[in-house]
């Protein structure tokens, strides 16, 4: 009776503490822009839309592009063509500022320019703003829309009594 006990009281005390790892995992997927772009500076990438993730917590999606994460402002000299992974907004903010999963779905295939905050490390990734898409109009899928044109305030995100 003594062992039953002790191994059904592991059993619970183990499933106790598998439930919480589990729980934990999305906390620790969640991420801060500053760890991951540099909010500072704004990229222009021209290229060819190949992949769109319209999902929460944030749209992602694909650009190939002949222009590098070591030099965004000129084309790579081999002629490398590079992945560049994109994220937005939540799907709910972006659809806010009108924008539609059919507004970067339909360019597929289809050359875009993206303005974006660059990945930091020297990763092909950015925060993305807006996508000019194939038929000529500017889309927002990012922080653009809090802050109008030109880089966000430094210090947008820090307590201004603190």
Known sequence: M???????IVANLSLLVMS??????????????QFEFDGSKYIYITGTLTKVEWENPHIYFNVESKVGPQDP????PAGKVTSWRFEGSSVSLVQRT????????DSIGKTVTVRACPGKGGLPKGAAETVKVSDDREVVVGRKRYY???????????DPVN
């Open 2 to 8: 003594r062992r039953q006990l002790s191994v059904a």
């Open 20 to 33: 919480s790892l589990l729980l934990a995992i999305p906390v620790f997927a969640h991420h801060g822009f």
């Open 73 to 76: 402002s000129a084309p790579d």
């Open 98 to 105: 009108g924008t539609r999963r059919t507004d970067l779905v």
């Open 148 to 158: 109008g044109e030109g880089p966000a305030p430094a210090d947008i995100d820090k």
